[in-house]
């Protein structure tokens, strides 16, 4: 059933029409030498015929929807995610051949809520050897992924890639043996083609799903069940693509508030935990939370990042000691901005989400940051214009 349903997806997949070839594909000389340096470092399990002339990207498998399978067309609730290994991913969507070399590492096969710490940092690390080490033999690096938590892996690899060779991350809403119109192996090439563009470069992490370009700092998943859930509603989409044709709307720019850290003698990120807002919380899980063995806490506000008043107790009390607290907003877009009355002992998030809030502070606290230059990391930019002053410098 799996066989039956990859080929007629690669059946599927050969109506998109593809990039200039070099050479016709049964022509491609057998030259898996060029991988197999690689191979010592990344435990590759898929390594592609080289094309002479096209860039060489490395897709780091990790599961999710993508790599789905239900035993239904149709199916795009139930099905079981993390099932169809790297090979066979890249097998059903032969046009990437004609966009780039390409070598496939399972990285682990796993639904994306259940993305473990750990597999993220490994993430970093393997992407960072690929494209940024004096001996990387990569051009780019595109990561499969489920989408439920996807942004927050995206925006780990934004703020700790090392240069400026794109990581492109790439999900599906739709298994990839959902038949009737899976997003899968059309998400997976326009992934493998924005990866490869050199116009990708000095972009930072991006993600890529259905035709759009969205920067990873500031991309999110904004609807549960429909494919146009990856968005960036302030800053919009960077780029896009027509059929299998990347373009870009402006030239390259990183985010104004992105700061960038090297991870590479960080063994593990600490746990911080997040918090919900509503209607007159106290936060009562905070001291549960701290006991538990939390090293930071963020707080998802409401509106923008606010805290109930029966809340600030126990906030108070954890902050004298030294426990970080980072307010976001559970609105997900917009700013919690700093310097509220009434909230001094907690750090804003600026611009982050919660999960994201959660992921730079859990970066900042493995690089052990002291709390001020945890509170400058998250607030320092965004305070630099709020403070600016008409007719200073
Ligand atoms: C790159 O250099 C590192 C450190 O010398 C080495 O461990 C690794 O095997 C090299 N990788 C490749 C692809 O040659
Ligand atoms: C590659 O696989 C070997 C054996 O399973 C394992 O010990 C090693 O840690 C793996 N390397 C990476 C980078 O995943
Ligand atoms: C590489 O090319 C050879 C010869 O055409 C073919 O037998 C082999 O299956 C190809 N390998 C891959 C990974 O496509
Ligand atoms: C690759 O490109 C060549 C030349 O344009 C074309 O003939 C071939 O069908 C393409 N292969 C696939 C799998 O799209
Ligand atoms: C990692 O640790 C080594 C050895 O202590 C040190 O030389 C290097 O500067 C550290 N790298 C970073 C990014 O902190
Ligand atoms: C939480 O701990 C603080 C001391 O850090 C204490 O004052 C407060 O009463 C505790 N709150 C709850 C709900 O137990
Ligand atoms: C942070 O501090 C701990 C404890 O001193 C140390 O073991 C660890 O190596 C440090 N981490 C980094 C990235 O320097």
Redesign the pocket.
């Given at each position: 059933m799996l066989a039956h349903a990859l080929f007629s997806l690669a059946t599927l997949a050969t109506a998109v029409s593809a990039a200039p070839l070099a050479a016709p594909l049964e022509a491609r000389a057998s030259t898996l030498a060029a991988s197999s340096s690689s191979n010592v470092d990344f435990n590759i399990t898929y390594s592609s015929n080289r094309t002479e002339g096209l860039p060489t990207m490395l897709i780091l498998a990790t599961g999710g929807t993508i790599a789905g399978s239900s035993a239904s067309n149709l199916d795009s609730t139930t099905y079981q995610a993390g099932v169809v290994g790297v090979g066979q991913l890249i097998q059903a969507v032969p046009e990437l051949l004609n966009v780039s070399n390409v070598d496939g590492m399972q990285v682990s096969n796993i639904a994306s809520e259940s993305m473990p710490d750990s597999v993220v940092l490994k993430l970093t690390k393997l992407a960072n050897k690929a494209l940024c080490a004096p001996n990387a033999t990569f051009d780019g690096v595109v990561i499969t992924h489920g989408t439920d938590t996807l942004e927050e892996t995206a925006f780990t690899m934004d703020v700790t890639l090392q240069c400026d060779k794109p990581v492109v991350v790439v999900g599906a809403m739709r298994p990839s043996t959902g038949r009737l119109s899976s997003n899968s192996p059309n998400n997976l090439l326009q992934a493998v083609t924005t990866a490869s563009h050199p116009a990708s470069r000095n972009r930072g992490a991006l993600i890529v799903l259905n035709d759009r370009v969205c920067q990873a700092y500031y991309c999110e998943k904004t609807q549960a069940n429909t494919v146009d859930t990856f968005d960036s509603p302030e800053p919009g989409y960077i780029g896009a693509l027509l059929s299998d044709k990347l373009f870009y709307y402006s030239t390259a720019a990183q985010p104004t508030f992105k700061q960038t850290f090297d991870l590479s003698n960080v063994t593990a990120l600490p746990d911080v935990d997040i918090l919900y807002g509503y209607q007159g919380t106290d936060f009562?899980l905070l001291?549960a939370t701290i006991a538990d063995g939390a090293k930071g806490v963020v707080l998802a506000g409401t509106g923008a990042g606010s805290i109930p008043a029966a809340a600030l107790?126990?906030i108070d009390?954890?902050a004298a000691?030294g426990f970080p607290l980072v307010r976001s907003s559970k609105i997900n877009v917009g700013a919690a901005v700093p310097g509220d009355a009434g909230y001094d002992s907690m750090i804003a998030g600026g611009l982050l989400n919660p999960v994201k809030s959660r992921r730079l502070l859990q970066i900042l606290l493995a690089l052990n940051k002291t709390n001020d230059e945890i509170r400058d990391a998250f607030e320092g930019k965004l305070d630099s214009y709020l403070s600016y002053k008409p007719g200073s410098s």
């Open positions: 009562g001291n107790h126990d009390a954890a000691k």
